[in-house]
Every structure is written in C-alpha cells, then in structure tokens.
C-alpha cells in the first residue's frame, strides 16, 4: 500500500471535523466563558461606582441623577452598561475569527508557533449616545472603541485607543485574568467619557425636507462624529 496516497475525501473531512472544527469550537466556548465573566465584572464595577459616587453625594457635592451606573444584561451575547451621557454596548461575535495575512499579528512569534494560535473569538465595545438608545434613535450610530481577541490557551490582545494591552507583542505572554478585563472596561469608560459629541459641520446639516419636518418617524442623526472621519486617535486626554 502506498502511504503517499492522498486521504479520500470522507477522511479528509474528519480530520478536519475533528481537527480545526473542534478547535473553533472549543475557542468559542473559551471566549463565551470569558464573556460570561465579564458580565459579572460589569455589574460589579457598576456598583463600586454607585456606591462611590453616593459617597460624594453625602459629603455634601451636589451630583446630577444623570451620573450613575446601569448594568443590563441583554442576553447570552450582549449587556450595556449605561453612565453619564453614555452607553457601553459589549458584544461577543458568535463565530471564531482568523487574521488576515497582511495583519500585523503575524509579525508575532507565537503566531505562527502552532496553527490555531490565531484563531480568536471577539468581544466589541461600542459607544453610543444615552439619549439615542433611550429615545430608540435608530439612525444614531454608534462607534468601535475596543476589541478583544482570545484564543483557546487565554492568550489574548486588545485593539482601541487608552487599552494598555493594545501591543501586538503582548499577544501569547499574557493571558487573560480577572485585573486584565477589569483594565479593558474601566479603559473603555474612561475613553467614552472624553470622547465628546462635536457640533455637526453646517454644510452638512443645513437642509431638511418638508416630508422629513412632517414625519413621526424622521430625526437628524446624532453622533459624536456625525460629518466628521471618525479615528480613535483624535479623542483627547481630558
């Protein structure tokens, strides 16, 4: 028998079923793990805050009702943390995700030090308006302001502005922990509350229709960067 004989395509597909079908899987279920973690983070980090914050109030500073916390879990891929003038909305994709060959990851030794090491789960961070989710503003946009990816050993790395773990480099020496997730929301807060809603360019907003006017329906976008290119770069320090 020949052992060059190429595999028959039934063999072929169990080993990938059972090769890279399962690592997906099992990378999946990592990332929802962490997830699941993070929810309870967020919910926690919100009430230090609360109580932080009622401990201002007592000593006497007046505080607006507006500056609190609210944690909602909106189901098995979702929960938003409410603040301010703020919304966090934290998402886990439901696949498993694979880089690009021009990404930067690859420069990383550890990438290419066994095959699946790049083949991460994400969890976004978008930023919207308060008012645009009360007020169910559909056509509000919202805005990326952090990712994070996790691969099946916990390694992991962040993409976003003021995220101390956005360094490709780091990617397989650290691995994730409760104090590293706790870095990646605080930091994604502290991002949100300095990146301020600009005052729309005129010649972008200077005409509406009289069907528009009339319209239950019809309201003039609002965004942090509506008519402007939006780049995480530009926020300020505060």
């Keep these: 028998m020949d052992n060059d004989q190429p595999l028959s395509p039934n063999k072929q597909l169990v080993a990938a079923l059972s090769g890279k079908s399962n690592v997906k899987s099992l990378i999946f279920d990592r990332a929802l793990e962490v997830f699941n973690s993070l929810k309870e983070l967020l919910a926690e980090i919100s009430n230090d805050l609360d109580e932080a914050l009622d401990e201002i109030k007592d000593s006497g500073v007046e505080l607006s009702r507006r500056v609190k916390l609210e944690y909602r879990d909106k189901g098995k ?7 301010a003038d703020d919304v966090l909305v934290f998402s886990l994709l439901p696949d498993v995700y694979q880089f690009d060959r021009e990404h930067p990851v690859w420069k ?6 066994e095959k699946f090491n790049t083949y991460c789960g994400v969890i976004t961070v978008h930023n919207f308006l308060y008012e645009s989710v009360k007020l169910n503003r559909e056509c509000d946009p919202g805005y990326l302001i952090s990712r ?3 691969n099946r050993e916990g390694c992991f790395f962040v993409e976003g502005k003021r995220q101390p ?6 990617f397989g020496t650290v691995t994730l922990d409760k104090k590293e997730l706790r870095d990646f929301v605080e930091n994604a807060m502290l991002y949100a509350i300095s990146f301020d809603l600009l005052v ?4 972008n907003v200077k005409t509406i229709t009289v069907g528009d006017k009339d319209s239950d329906d019809y309201r003039i976008p609002t965004g942090k960067r509506n008519g402007f290119a939006f780049n995480t770069d530009d ?3 505060d």
């Design 200 to 203: 729309p360019p005129f010649e």
């Design 77 to 83: 891929l979702e929960a938003e943390v409410r603040f």
């Design 235 to 237: 926020v300020l320090n």
């Design 108 to 113: 990383n030794p550890y990438s290419t030090k």
């Design 165 to 170: 773990r956005n360094k490709i480099s780091d």
């Design 148 to 150: 994070l990816f996790i």
